[in-house]
């Protein structure tokens, strides 16, 4: 089983829906949860990052993270082409070297 | 501001060939990283860095070797390249091995070994 899973997609919506991308871990010590955006030929790019439980908003995305269900959660508001990437979710437990990624959720917003 | 600067972009290697991929960093972050990704597989750590002189193994580690002389560089090595190591290479930084900052990827460098 691995560390932390996500859903690959791909996801395809309609400009302007609401998406909701999501990740699930099995290690309860991690504490810092990202959310990474990655077009294609290009590096990953961060996107969010959270500490702990809790919201986190930045104009049309919101994070989320609950670790009693080992959860994290990324909504996107208002969709644009523009969102049109792969999002990969990273954590990282406090004082540890080690990031650990989903293996990203390929997204196509459609006009 | 350049960030995380990784050359080549691309390159195309035949079996059992070495070379070295260049990473370097204008940020003068402590602790650097180099991941490779795979279809499916998402990003794996190949080794670490917390400071010039300091380096580590990480998730995936056979068949590359690295060096930190300065704050700004960390090449990677392939030293006998195989068709298993055809993956997309990305370098990383972050500031402070121990920081809560996270960390920041440069485009990547495209390898295929025939």
């Known amino acids: 089983q691995k560390e932390v899973e996500q859903d690959p997609g791909p996801l395809s919506v309609p400009e302007g829906a609401i998406v909701s991308l999501n990740c699930t871990y099995s290690?309860?010590?991690?504490?810092?949860f990202m959310w990474y955006r990655q077009y294609s030929r290009k590096g990953p790019e961060l996107l969010m990052y959270?500490?702990?439980?809790g919201n986190k908003e930045d104009g049309r995305f919101t994070a989320q993270v609950d670790k009693s269900s080992k959860y994290i959660s990324l909504f996107i508001r208002d969709s644009q082409p523009s969102d049109s990437a792969t999002y990969l979710c990273?954590?990282?437990?406090?004082?540890?070297?080690?990031?650990?990624f989903g293996q990203g959720t390929r997204l196509t917003i459609n006009p | 501001n350049a960030g995380v600067t990784q050359t080549p972009k691309f390159q195309v290697l035949k079996t059992g060939q070495s070379m070295t991929l260049q990473c370097a960093q204008d940020?003068?972050?402590?602790?650097m990283s180099w991941y490779r990704q795979d279809p499916g597989m998402g990003l794996r750590l190949i080794h670490y860095?917390?400071?010039?002189?300091?380096?580590d193994q990480g998730e995936v580690p056979n068949g590359y070797n690295v060096s930190r002389s300065t704050t700004e560089d960390f090449p990677l090595r392939l030293l006998s390249a195989a068709p298993s190591q055809t993956s997309v290479y990305f370098c990383?930084?972050?500031?402070?091995?121990?920081?809560?900052?996270?960390?920041?990827f440069g485009d990547g460098t495209r390898l295929s070994i025939l």
């Open positions: 959270t500490y702990s439980s």
């Open positions: 940020m003068n972050h402590e602790y």
């Open positions: 860095s917390v400071g010039a002189g300091i380096t």
């Open positions: 290690n309860s010590a991690f504490q810092y």
């Open positions: 990273a954590m990282r437990v406090q004082g540890a070297q080690k990031l650990v």
């Open positions: 990383a930084s972050r500031a402070g091995h121990l920081s809560n900052q996270p960390q920041h």
